[in-house]
Every structure is written in structure tokens, then in C-alpha cells.
């Protein structure tokens, strides 16, 4: 199968097309870099054409209240190209728990996205993934000071990028779902001792302040942000990871 991967050089995106490459598909990556911009329009006509598959990876470039215009215009125009294509499947990653936070400008505008892609034509799929592995450096950047970082207890169950990566390629691969997979990693940890093993493990001095009202994560109710029945757990652990990175 032909696959347009859009997005395709991001953390995600290019491993995304080394797993279906390696699964003997053709995986053709597309972003700014090649001449494709999902909010004008340019070159996503030839982008998807001939494509079976659509895998869709962009990102907003901001997190605030300008992100629901990017997502409205990306998904409006790469659903009309893929509709003008003909393509069979149409795949986003977006977040487990990401209805439930209306809070959040960001995660309200992955549910815009998310409901954009369900009202279209086209066949699809969401993979919902838990809190990246990669990202916790950024998460602690947020609340720090030389001496101290502030986080809340909210419970994260975080998962390396390379099993998100395996799940959407899976997905992309297969039938159209026409609904949501979740997949996260192993282990369940609130969002302050995870940053106090992260800490730890990489001999930094500061000290971690459990502080419920710190932070974007400070925002979310209960244990939104993990995985419930019918996720798919990978395997990669939060420890090995680190020991990895």
C-alpha cells in the first residue's frame, strides 16, 4: 500500500514511515520541508495522490487559543484533498483522555480535530496516546527554578515515542476503525514522583514540590490521562527508557 504521511519528519512521523517501510509499504513522508503546507493547501494534491492511506502528524505550533484555528484549517483542507484523492483510510494521533479536559485550549482543540476527521467521508482512525516519554523534560522546564520544580499529583502513564510510533503505523495499516484506539505505556505514576525518579535517575540536584494547582497537567480532573480497557499497553517501561535515552 501507498501511505502519505504527513508530518512525516516529525519524532513521530518519521518513525512512522520506517515502520511501514520496513513492513514493505510505501511510506512517503511530507511536511513544510517538501513543499507541502496543510494550512494553505500547497501541494497536498500531490501530496496524496495515489495514496491508499493518509496518516495525518502535524502539530500545532503553539499550545494556546490559536491552536483550534490550525487544527480547523489542517483538517478542512487535508480532508477535502484526501476526499479529491480517493483515499480509503484516514489516521490521526491525538490524545487519551483529550475530551475530558475542556480546560485545556490545546486538548480542546484536538477534540475539534478529532470531531472534524469523524464528520468527513473518509474512513478513519484515532490513536489516542498518553504523555510521551520524550516530552517529561519540557513538563519539568515548565514549574522550574534553579533549585526546585513544582508538579502535581495528576496520575500520567507516560509512553515512548517509538510505541506510539508502532501503534499508529498497526493501525494504518489495517481496516479503518471508524473510532478510537488508546494505546499507553506500562506503568501508571503521578506526575510529581515521576519527576522525582527523572530527577534522580539523571543526578539532578533539585528537588521536586508536589503543588496541585502547578502546571498545564494541574488542570486535569482525576485519572483522565491514563489508559482504560481495550488500550493497547506497550512495553517499553519509563525506567528502561531513561536508561536508554
Known sequence: MKFAVVGGTGLIGSRVVRKLAEAGHEAVP????????????????????GADVVVNLT??????????AF????????????????????????????????ELDYYRAKTLQENLLEQGAVPYSIVRATQ??????AVLSWTA????????????????????AAAVADVAAGPP????????????????????LTLTFRGDGRSVTTDDTAGMFAAVPGSVLTAGRGARIAATRYTDWLENA
Open 177 to 196: 476503525l471508524g473510532g478510537i484506539l488508546d494505546v499507553a505505556g506500562p506503568d501508571v505514576y503521578p506526575l510529581d514522583e515521576l519527576g522525582r
Open 30 to 49: 511530507h511536511s513544510l520541508s517538501t513543499g507541502v503546507d496543510v494550512l494553505s493547501g500547497q501541494g497536498l494534491d500531490a501530496a496524496l495522490a
Open 145 to 164: 527554578d534553579a533549585t526546585t520544580v513544582r508538579l502535581p499529583r495528576t496520575p500520567i502513564q507516560p509512553i515512548a515515542a517509538a510505541d506510539v
Open 71 to 102: 487544527f480547523r484549517t489542517s483538517m478542512e483542507n487535508l480532508i477535502a484533498a484526501a476526499e479529491r484523492a480517493g483515499v480509503g483510510h484516514f489516521v490521526i494521533l491525538s490524545i487519551v483522555g483529550v475530551d475530558q479536559v475542556p
Open 59 to 68: 502539530n500545532s505550533p503553539t499550545f494556546d487559543d490559536d491552536s483550534p
Open 132 to 137: 510521551f516519554m520524550e516530552f517529561m523534560d
